[in-house]
């Protein structure tokens, strides 16, 4: 069953608009001072269940006659509602000169609602015709992923229009962040350099496995920053003061605050009022205009803050979906969202048998002691790392060991050389939160995103310093041929394509016919046999020590998906 609400025309036969609403939803209809007695519109605020928010819905008939006058009072309800949160607004626009590829139109009332919709980062959905070759009614929407699945279907009963259909995927209120992170300007360091510097490590670790090491170094770790360093919420309720926000401005704010006060009191008269709302208005655009100017002229030194900016000036952000189930039903939860995402990530690997390889190619049995893990090797990499990385599942983060950087790299070479030898790799080096990147497409398509691993940092550095016995090994005994240029020291996509134009304008100047086949391996790294690659290090003569380590590496590893602090099962 449904409601209706509707507003008809006046003094005139047809025209109109009307919205069914099921009895299930909650809904009312939003009155709107301009235009509301020439505009055939239509508004109403649909209320959200649970921590869903409201969306304003709209519908509108605008005759192909319509004045340039109404068409305004029509850009002046658009543009005041173009600020909710969730808006979709559908109708017959009649606007049959714009083509909607291009963005442009003929004439000049068209043209000026493209300007409309521009202003007011609106997004129009309908890409087919609806009526005869012309596209007349259209779907706006102010979050592009909130309008899917939208279809043309064939007209009812004696319409010369087609019918649209499409689905409105909500997305819950923005939910108040429990993650919990390092407040590091109030730690404590120097305490903290001292908590673990006093450690004796040779002796606390000697006897022990790799794993019994690399929990006791873990451990005492964590114990020593839970001591001197406090945590914070990392997106509390009221969020973080604008940066230009500065006291003066809200010290100005204070003064119009009052002023308001004092004038609905009688204290002050309304041009006295106005005129401190201009002043802090003006201050605080000044105040805007400087931020974003430093913000600019400093980009060189901080992208990020940069970046930051601009990504929350955008109206569409990248959130992560809703989903779409199999059976068609929208998923909004982050846990959901989180598991069904985790179960398609990990539907697309391809399984790899499981054993070591039998390496029967490699003549060297052990790594000799020239080859071992210094101190002075785990500093180098220490001192590399990007402080403003996010930690792994192991809660190292990067900013901690760099500013530990004389402390820890003794128990880490420790640890290390451990793991090389041995071929024993820490659980927590195996395993990954992976945080969904949208990619292109459909958000509700979880093969639309891109899983992103943040893995141990620690872990991270004795790949890398796997990988640089590994590539010593091989740039010794020549083994990768000039023909490589990816992952290669000083070659890339660059130097390949330099190469390849030279080999093919070569043999064009000779008159030689040339043909050009492209392959594009379709989510490569996924699937790859790991099988494959460390029997190719066994035939290259690598030691056994490391291509054990490597296939360990690669074997029995974990991941779970995060979406926003929800995170999957293993």
């Known amino acids: 069953m449904c409601q209706q609400t509707s507003q008809d025309r006046q003094g005139k036969k047809g025209g109109g608009v ?8 909650t809904w009312t209809e939003v ?3 301009v235009g509301d007695s020439c505009v055939e519109s239509l508004w109403v605020k649909l209320k959200g269940v649970k921590n869903e928010g409201d969306i304003m819905l709209g519908v509108y008939y605008r005759p192909p006659s319509q004045v340039e006058e109404v068409d305004e009072a029509f850009f002046k309800q658009l543009t005041k509602l173009s600020k909710a949160q969730d808006l979709v607004v559908m109708g017959d626009f009649n606007y049959p000169d714009i083509c909607w590829e291009t963005n442009t139109a003929r004439h000049r009332l068209s043209n000026k609602f493209l300007d409309c919709i521009g ?18 009614d259209l779907v706006l929407t102010n979050r592009e992923e909130l309008v899917e699945n939208l279809k043309v279907e064939d007209s009812i009963g004696d319409s010369d229009h087609e019918i649209i259909e499409f689905m409105i995927l909500r997305k819950g209120r923005r939910e108040t962040s429990t993650i919990e992170v390092m407040d590091f300007r109030k730690a404590d360091f120097d305490k903290l350099r001292e908590l673990v510097g006093k450690v004796p490590w040779e002796a606390r670790l000697k006897g022990k496995t790799t794993e019994e090491s690399w929990k006791y170094f873990k451990g005492t770790l964590l114990r020593a920053q839970k001591q001197t360093i406090p945590l914070c919420r990392k997106d509390r309720k009221y969020g973080k003061r604008p940066a230009w926000l500065n006291k003066e401005i809200l010290h100005d704010l204070k003064i119009k605050k009052e002023s308001y006060k004092k004038w609905k009191l009688g204290q002050l008269t309304k041009d006295e009022y106005r005129q401190a709302t201009r002043e802090c208005r003006g201050k605080i655009r000044k105040a805007k205009a400087q931020n ?6 400093g980009i060189k030194g901080n992208k990020k803050t940069f970046y930051k900016y601009i990504k929350s000036k955008r109206k569409t952000k990248d959130r992560v979906g809703p989903l779409l189930s199999e059976e068609g039903e929208a998923v909004t939860g982050n ?7 985790n179960d398609f990530f990990v539907s697309v690997f391809t399984e790899k048998s499981g054993g070591v390889p039998n390496v029967v190619n490699t003549s060297r049995e052990r790594v000799s002691l020239e080859d071992r893990i210094h101190k002075e090797q785990v500093k180098n990499h220490l001192g590399k790392l990007d402080v403003s990385k996010s930690p792994g599942p192991d809660e190292m983060h990067p900013r901690i060991l760099k ?15 451990k793991s090389w030898q041995t071929g024993e790799i820490p659980e927590d080096w195996k395993r990954a939160n992976i945080v969904p990147i949208y990619k292109k497409g459909n958000k509700n398509n979880p093969g639309n995103y891109r899983p992103v691993s943040l893995t141990s940092v620690p872990g991270k550095i004795m790949e890398q310093v796997i990988k640089e016995i590994i590539c010593k090994h091989l740039e010794g005994n020549k083994v990768i041929g000039n023909s490589q240029h990816g992952f290669v020291k000083n070659k890339s996509c660059q130097t390949n394509l330099i190469a390849f134009f030279d080999k093919i304008t070569s043999l064009v100047d000779k008159g030689e016919a040339v043909d050009v086949i492209y392959l594009d391996f379709s989510k ?9 690659l460390i029997d190719k290090l066994g035939k290259y003569n690598l030691d056994r020590a490391t291509i054990r380590w490597v296939h360990n590496w690669l074997d029995n590893r974990s991941q ?9 099962c293993w």
């Open 31 to 33: 009155e709107m001072n």
């Open 560 to 568: 779970r998906v995060v979406v926003n602090g929800s995170k999957s």
């Open 18 to 25: 009307a919205l069914y609403i099921k009895n299930v939803h």
């Open 403 to 417: 500013e530990l950087i004389e402390e820890v790299s003794e128990p880490l070479a420790m640890i290390f050389e």
């Open 292 to 297: 974003e100017i430093k913000l600019a002229t």
């Open 524 to 532: 490569a790294f996924d699937t790859v046999s790991h099988d494959i």
């Open 119 to 136: 202003d007011n980062f609106l997004f129009q959905k309908v890409e087919k015709a609806t009526r005869g070759e012309a596209v007349l």
């Open 335 to 341: 846990l959901e969202m989180a598991e069904m995402l």
